[in-house]
Structure formats: structure tokens, C-alpha cells
């Protein structure tokens, strides 16, 4: 890659200097726990209080960027189809009768109803919550909602953000509907919608919840939707049967593929597994991702030329990978 070296990092030469002079003493990826062979949770590094974190004046910078350059995207509550109701329903004073498996189907059903394009659930682990949050309640359902490919594939420029944002509304509303329908049935549920972060990490908990194997770029890659998706999440101590993870091909696919680390302008995607946090897995330097990612506000050029994200391409793949598997 070429560019100029700060503070121990390769950055590309056309980044604002005003946003590289925000760049904090740390890097990214130390916090993320690159290279640490111990498993622990995540630390708060992106889409959480500024006030807390040590690339915060960078999120700042962002937004404001954004703000100034695409407006239709500031007002989340009631612009592009909002993001539902704000105040949780009540929870019942009785609980209702069920078992696990019957409440799965039925909660299932209807986030199905509830503007959701796929759901399952996982039981909330430990080293999913960041530090300095507490998650007590036993399970996780992953919401997903798809995006528009089309919109999606104009990244970095404003329509993508436009979608992405969209789609983050229309995952929230699922979710608090989902959360609401939990809770007048005599169950405590919380639901957390993008793009500010909640007490979790939502993609290993969508992956345990089978929505789809970790891709090279860092997201994950749905047998149906490819990458072209957002997530949202409801916490809940409704009891549920968990789903198992779902693998298709797409994890062993991404070891010769090169699509999005060529298509990536700073670089930041590696050809080769990583250990952070314990876990060995497809890791995107955030150093590298975060100042380009900031001056398109939000990039996504690495999930949108995904194979697996492509309408044309993707279930074509998915019956390859599916014979290759038998």
C-alpha cells in the first residue's frame, strides 16, 4: 500500500489531515486484542459514548462529516422509516405457559412478521459483552434485515449509507417489536438496534445463532444474503431453544478468493486468519479500515463486491459449495 507512516501505522496520503491529527496514541487493533492468545471480552472501540474512548474525537469527526455531506441520514427517529417505538411495552404480571420449543417457533414466526428477513438465537456468552457492561439475561435473538444489493454496491458513495442506515432503522423496529411481543407475554426482553453498539458483540452471536460463517472481510456472510444485511439483537429471559451454526462452504471459499482485499483502498484486509482475543479468525486491521472508512461515511466496499453478496452470484456459489460439502 502506498501512503505515509503515523504514529507506527501505514495510512493512505489522501486522508484528511485534520482526521489524522485525531488519531489517538493507541492503536485500533491493540484494543481489539490483536494478537492476544487469552480469551477475554471486547473493549469499547467504535459506535459507543465518544466520551469513552480513545478513538472517540475520530467517531466524532465522522458524524460530523456525515452530517454535513448527507443529511437525510441525521434524523434516525422518524426519517427513513424510523426506528418504532421508543417505550418498551409493559411486562405482564403472569407469565405465559409455553415451552422452550413452542415459544421458539412462535417468537420466530412472528419477528418474521415483523419486518425480519431471517432470526435465531444463541445463549449469551460471557466474552460477547464489552467491558464495563453486564448482560444478564440467559438468551440472544439475532434479527437480520437484507439491504438493497443495488444501493449497497454504490459504496462509498452517499446512496450506500443512505441503505445501511435504512436497513439499521428497520432492524430496530423489528427488534423493539420483537421485544414488545417478549414482554406482554410475562418475559423480560431488551432490544439493541444499530448503529450505536449495545452491551454486545453482535457477530459472533449471530453466528452461533446460524446466521452465516465469518468472511474474509471481517462480516459475516449469509447463505442467502451474502453480506448484504444489518443486524439488531433482543436480550430475553423467555426460554428458547438455541440454534446451531450454520456452515456452508463460505469460511474455506474466502481462503482463495481475493475479491475484497483487492477492492479494499487502504489495504486493511489480511489473506490469512489472525488470533485476537483467543480466537483464531478473519481479522480487517482496523488502523488501516477506520480513516477511510470515516471519509466515506462508512465505506462497505468490501461486502458489497462480496461473491456471496452479489444476487446473481451468491446462490449459484452456495449450490457449488453445498455439492463440494456432500
Not at 502506498?2 to 496514541?25: C, K, M, N, W, Y
Not at 460477547?128 to 438468551?139: A, C, F
Not at 452491551?199 to 459472533?204: F, G, N, R, S, T
Amino acid at each position: 500500500m502506498t501512503g505515509h507512516a503515523f504514529d507506527g501505522r501505514v495510512l493512505d496520503a489522501s486522508i484528511d489531515p485534520e482526521q489524522l491529527s485525531l488519531f489517538p496514541d493507541i492503536s485500533g487493533n491493540t484494543i481489539n486484542g490483536l494478537g492476544e492468545s487469552a480469551v477475554r471480552p471486547p473493549s469499547p472501540i467504535y459506535w459507543q459514548d465518544p466520551r469513552s474512548l480513545a478513538h472517540g474525537r475520530l467517531q466524532n469527526w465522522m458524524l460530523e462529516k456525515t452530517r454535513r455531506d448527507v443529511p437525510e441520514i441525521m434524523e434516525m427517529r422518524h426519517g427513513l422509516g424510523g426506528r418504532g417505538n421508543e417505550e418498551r411495552a409493559p411486562v405482564a404480571d403472569h407469565r405465559a405457559d409455553g415451552t422452550a420449543a413452542g415459544f421458539t417457533t412462535q417468537v420466530k414466526a412472528y419477528a418474521l412478521t415483523a419486518e425480519a428477513d431471517d432470526v435465531g438465537i444463541a445463549r449469551m456468552r460471557p466474552e460477547w459483552v464489552y467491558e464495563g457492561h453486564t448482560v444478564e439475561l440467559p438468551n440472544v435473538i439475532i434479527v437480520l434485515v437484507r439491504m438493497d444489493h443495488a444501493e449497497l454496491a454504490t459504496a462509498p458513495e452517499p446512496p450506500s449509507v443512505v441503505e445501511v442506515m435504512r436497513q439499521y432503522n428497520r432492524g430496530t423496529r423489528a427488534a423493539r417489536a420483537v421485544a414488545d411481543w417478549i414482554r406482554q407475554r410475562g418475559f423480560q426482553a431488551v432490544p439493541h438496534g444499530g448503529p450505536v453498539g449495545g452491551p454486545l458483540v453482535m457477530v459472533p452471536a449471530a453466528i452461533a445463532a446460524g446466521m452465516g460463517e465469518l468472511g474474509k472481510h471481517g462480516s459475516i456472510i449469509h447463505r442467502r444474503f451474502g453480506s448484504s444485511f444489518r443486524l439488531a439483537a433482543v436480550l430475553t429471559d423467555m426460554p428458547l431453544d438455541v440454534d446451531t451454526p450454520d456452515a456452508f462452504g463460505a469460511d474455506g471459499f474466502c481462503e482463495n478468493c481475493q475479491v475484497c482485499s483487492r477492492a479494499c483502498p487502504p489495504d486493511a484486509i489480511a489473506d490469512h486468519r489472525q488470533t485476537v482475543r483467543g480466537v483464531g479468525k478473519w481479522y480487517v486491521d482496523f488502523d488501516r479500515c477506520v480513516p477511510y472508512f470515516n471519509q466515506t461515511y462508512g465505506c462497505g466496499i468490501c461486502i458489497a463486491v462480496c461473491p456471496w453478496s452479489r444476487p446473481e452470484v451468491g446462490p449459484k456459489l452456495l449450490q457449488k459449495m453445498l455439492r463440494r460439502l456432500e
